[in-house]
């Protein structure tokens, strides 16, 4: 269930490639429109980056140039109400991750802060060869900072594809 | 050997300021972390450790890290496993992490870094 957004306002939206350097300036931006200087701030900075970076790493679509590593393919919204902020992502995967997707969305939300942090320790400590990436460890970072269920949607594209749609609130102080 | 200087560049501002000094015993990270290849920029400030820890018995590191990514988060654990390993054969390590008033959640993720290194890490707390 992707939390309904149709009464929110849109403060920011992209379409596009998620290099390092447009990232970087989206991120400037939301320092600037929430300061610095406040936990939603710093929350939402944290939030964004890790979010965002994933969507350049393990999107399926990309739009490869010579100057980034990463050049995955998606879409960002930020929006608000009066509570909350909510950023959501959308990209392409292949369908077989789906369900490894699935898994560790519906095991974050099934875990209590405590929990989170321990398991963060777990993945953290695993592998740290230079080929592994970590996605799972970024979305237990997400939970960790926004302390809301994350809302997933998964939606079969083709026979290859599906997209995937992570939505994560944070409360405004 | 030789020191580790790199400047802050404001075109490239997720890579943090690094100064590495082996003639004073200093060394600071600051800034921000979010680069695309953690462990191509961190694996050489790894092996400097290595080689300074070999050579000397104390070193003082302070973090002023404003945001860094958990791809970064596993090199900084890293970093903590070597001077973990430095202290076990009777180095002398401080290691200070300063952070923002308006942050507290660095202070939770800093409490697990000793947490999982076993290290004790000096928590600063700067007025923002």
């Known amino acids: 269930m992707i939390l309904n957004t149709t009464n929110n306002k849109l403060l920011l939206a992209y379409k596009g490639p998620f290099f390092i350097d447009i990232l970087t300036c989206f991120g400037g931006y939301i320092k600037k429109m929430f300061g610095h200087q406040s936990q939603t701030g710093y929350k939402l900075y944290k939030v964004f980056f890790e979010l965002t970076q994933n969507v350049a790493k393990y999107s399926v679509e990309t739009s490869p140039v010579d100057d980034y590593k990463y050049s995955g393919v998606g ?79 998964i939606q079969e594209f083709n026979d290859e594809y599906s997209i995937f749609k992570i939505c994560t609130t944070i409360t405004k102080e | ?29 600051s800034g921000e972390s979010y680069m695309e290849d953690c462990y191509k920029f961190y694996l050489p400030l790894v092996d400097w450790l290595n ?19 958990t791809q970064s988060s596993r090199m900084i654990l890293k970093i903590f496993e070597v001077l973990m390993n430095f202290k076990a054969k009777g180095g002398e390590i401080i290691i200070n992490w300063y952070y923002m008033r308006s942050d507290p959640d660095m202070i939770d993720e800093v409490e697990d870094f000793q947490h999982e290194s076993g290290i004790k890490i000096n928590l600063i707390e700067i007025i923002d």
Not at chain 1, 105 to 127: A, H, M, V, Y
Not at chain 2, 6 to 23: M, Q, V, W
Request: glycine share 4%.
């Open chain 2, 51 to 69: 080689e300074y820890c070999s050579l000397y018995s104390h070193l003082t590191i302070n973090f002023r890290l404003y945001y860094f990514n």
């Open chain 1, 75 to 153: 879409s960002f919204n930020l929006e608000e109400n009066d509570d909350l902020l909510i950023l959501s992502t959308t990209n392409l995967i292949f369908r077989k991750d789906g369900f490894v997707l699935q898994k560790y969305c519906d095991e974050i939300n099934s875990l209590n802060k405590s929990e989170l942090r321990e398991i963060r320790g777990e993945t953290r400590k695993q592998s740290l060869d230079e080929k592994d990436t970590g996605a799972h460890i970024g979305i237990i970072q997400i939970g960790l900072l926004s302390l809301h269920r994350l809302d997933f949607e």
């Open chain 2, 1 to 29: 050997m030789k020191n580790i200087e790199i400047p802050l560049d404001k075109e490239s501002p997720y890579f943090p300021e690094i100064s590495f000094n082996c003639e004073k015993g200093i060394c600071n990270i």
